[in-house]
């Protein structure tokens, strides 16, 4: 049996009015946040999958640094990971095709030149945490702008688990890791952390990228 996409990925996925918003808080705060910006049956295939692949043992530790000089750093990085590639799932397939929509309405207003996106399922159980990080390596100026999505449901503040923003001169902010929340920041000047949980903490991580 074919099966077929659960929705249909247009140019217009991206309202004016999301648009809008997107890229004033991008260019005025360098980060941006959107609740529900994924389809409900979207969310619940892409958190059912990331289940499946935390069970299965699928998922990997995550390193510190780039591929070749990646250490496994638990007490610094806590997550479980796996890249997505195109074709593993028709889900990811749909994920991919709004995030290739997204890269070009940034390339659009910003001229930002992205030319990748890379993207990964991020599962932390619980205690889990990444310390406070910038998503730029040192060695590869390539990562412009990061996106997370949170595909958990029903998060309630006292289970922890925030992303936490350090915008240059403003109070952090902490944005709940629920509800297909998005949030995309500048890759090399925002500072974040993940903060830990009582409960697993399901998610997709990309970096839209330029040419290196
Ligand atoms: C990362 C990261 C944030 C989050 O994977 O680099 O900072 O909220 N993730 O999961
Ligand atoms: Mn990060």
């Known amino acids: 049996m074919a099966i ?3 929705l249909p990925v247009s140019p217009d996925y991206f309202s004016d009015a999301l ?3 997107m890229l004033a808080n991008l260019s005025q705060h360098g980060w941006s946040q959107h609740r ?3 389809p409900e049956t ?3 295939l892409l958190a059912a999958e990331c289940g499946s692949l935390a069970a299965s043992g699928a998922l990997k530790p995550a390193g510190v640094g780039r591929t070749a000089l990646l250490t496994l750093q638990p007490a610094i990085r806590g997550d479980q990971i796996l890249w997505l590639n195109p074709g593993q799932s028709q889900a990811c397939d749909d994920y991919l095709a709004i995030m290739e929509s997204l890269r ?3 390339n659009q207003h910003f001229y930002l030149g992205l030319e990748e996106y890379e993207s990964h399922f991020a599962f932390y159980a619980p205690g889990s945490a990444y ?3 910038l998503d730029r390596f040192r060695d590869d100026d390539s990562r412009t702008v990061s996106v997370v999505i949170y595909l958990n449901q029903d998060w309630l503040s006292e289970q922890g688990g925030a992303l936490r923003l350090h915008p240059q001169g403003l109070a952090s902010q ?3 890791p629920t509800g297909a929340t998005m949030v995309l920041f500048l890759s090399a000047e925002m500072l974040h952390e993940v ?3 009582t409960r697993d903490r399901l998610s997709l991580t990309g970096w839209f990228r330029r040419r290196r």
């Open 4 to 6: 077929s996409s659960v």
């Open 174 to 176: 902490d944005v709940l």
């Open 36 to 38: 529900l910006f994924l």
């Open 131 to 133: 310390r406070q990080h």
């Open 19 to 21: 648009q809008l918003s």
């Open 104 to 106: 070009l309405v940034l």
């Open 195 to 197: 903060l830990p949980a």
């Open 42 to 44: 979207l969310r619940m």
